[in-house]
């Protein structure tokens, strides 16, 4: 009898806490970058994803009949490729998520709720500019099942963030933003106030992006090298890859012990009119500049949208659908984060990550993905080609 009302008391104070660790497992970092303020005058998407679900895969979706092929980001266990997490397709239209805490205004149960794997694989099958997304929020069946704020760019250069609920959504354009970028976490700036998640996350990547919004030199490299592999804290106006301690508390840094990938789409130069793009085209000109695993530990490789665009060391090709660089990089995490007692997973080792003599994983990485990155545009734009 007594354990019955003791049971009674601690069960919605035990459910509070089970719930309260995993509010913030889907949590982003997401910026749209307008071609005027990339050197190479493309716009781009860019997610850097914070899940539970830690491994990921890349892989190359073939058009059905009425229907447009695409690459997407999905998780390892998504045999049969039903939830794309970000990606694009071949007229050239991309989407991504964060999700939000502040906009579902319902009582949908959460059984219900996490549909936006969903709704992005349907854009992505069937839209090709950012007015296409919104007709397709429009006439999607109420409830949505969502809460979030999707990101898309076509490639006419539009771009624009949809806060989005159950029922409704608000559109905020690329065209309106002050200085040419959006940025987005896990909550909506049309929501309720002060409810939600990632404002110091929000604040450092604006900090971040800041110098090079003024000189319009935002890049994929800013993005996935700068931003991703960044513990600069807005909060404390500190960055501690440099502060010269060893054990640092893992909070509110844009990179997360639950960080899974760093993805940058970079589009066209922007077409006047979408009737121009072909699937050859995207082919040609977009590339999906991705790093799986945990971002400061990620290698990042070019994707294309083709059937041979997608590298194999992305693909899901390891037993369980793991890839091979999103399991090098979860081994390199396990190293960063290598206490497993009490709060151990809280504390980051700076040791493993930056070193005086240059050998820490996130330098040795940059190193690399600058010759990747050279790589990728030199099979782009053609360099060095006879």
Known sequence: MMMNIVLKFLTPILTCMLLLPSMESGACTSAIVSAEVNPYGRPILWKHRDTSTIDNKVEYVAARPGELSY????????????????GMNEAGFAVMNTASYNIKDDKVSAKKMDKEGYVMT??????????DFARLLETLPRPMGVEANFGVIDATGNGAYFETNNHSYRRFDLKDAENGVLVRTNYSHSGRPDEGFGFVREANACHLLDPYV????VTPEVLTEELSRSFYHDMNKRDYSSAGERWV??????????????IAIEGCRPVSSV????????????????GLGYPPCAE????????????????????????????????????VFPIHKGNGDKYIDMEKLFREDGTGYVQKLKQLNVENFKKGRENRDGYGKN
């Open 122 to 131: 349907k854009a992505l099958k069937t839209c090709r500019t950012v007015d």
């Open 71 to 86: 690459v997407a980001l999905f998780n390892a266990g998504d045999k049969y490729l039903k939830e794309a997490w970000m």
């Open 275 to 290: 009737s121009e793009v072909t699937p050859e085209m995207v082919k040609r000109e977009y590339v999906m500049w991705t």
């Open 249 to 262: 508390i893992d909070q509110d840094f844009i990179p997360r012990y639950k960080s899974t990938a760093t």
């Open 300 to 335: 990042i490789r070019a994707v294309t949208c083709d059937k041979e665009g997608v590298d194999k060391d992305l693909r899901g090709s390891l037993p369980n659908g793991h890839s091979p660089l999103a399991d090098k990089a979860k081994k390199m995490r396990d190293e």
């Open 214 to 217: 003024r000189t319009k030199s």
